[in-house]
């Protein structure tokens, strides 16, 4: 009987084990979802969202200043820029 109880317990841990997801797999981006350019505007961060303007950007922009409110929308051809408290921006992505 006892032999059994550890089967089952080892089998069930097994399961539970290919169930998990790595964190790491869930918040890494591939490249070909860049398909805004983000990546060429990474030097941005740090800076405060007022360099942006007088800036000449092709596609669709969406400046996220600290605490407003956005739509949900999801555009993966739209280049986002987001604030912080101190108006810096702090991510700059697709969506």
């Excluded at 070909?32 to 360099?51: F, H, I, M, R, W």
């Excluded at 942006?52 to 669709?60: R, Y």
């Amino acid at each position: 009987m006892k032999f059994y109880g550890k089967t089952m317990m080892l089998a069930a841990l097994l399961a539970l084990t290919a169930c998990s997801s790595s964190t790491e797999q869930a918040n890494s981006q591939p490249a070909e979802d860049d398909t805004c350019g983000a990546a060429q505007y990474q030097n941005y961060v740090g800076k405060p969202l007022s360099a942006l303007d007088g800036v000449s950007i092709p596609q669709q922009v969406r400046t996220i200043p600290y605490n407003s409110m956005v739509t949900m929308d999801f555009n993966l051809k739209r280049l986002n820029f987001m604030g912080d408290s101190e108006d810096k921006i702090i991510r700059v992505y697709c969506g």
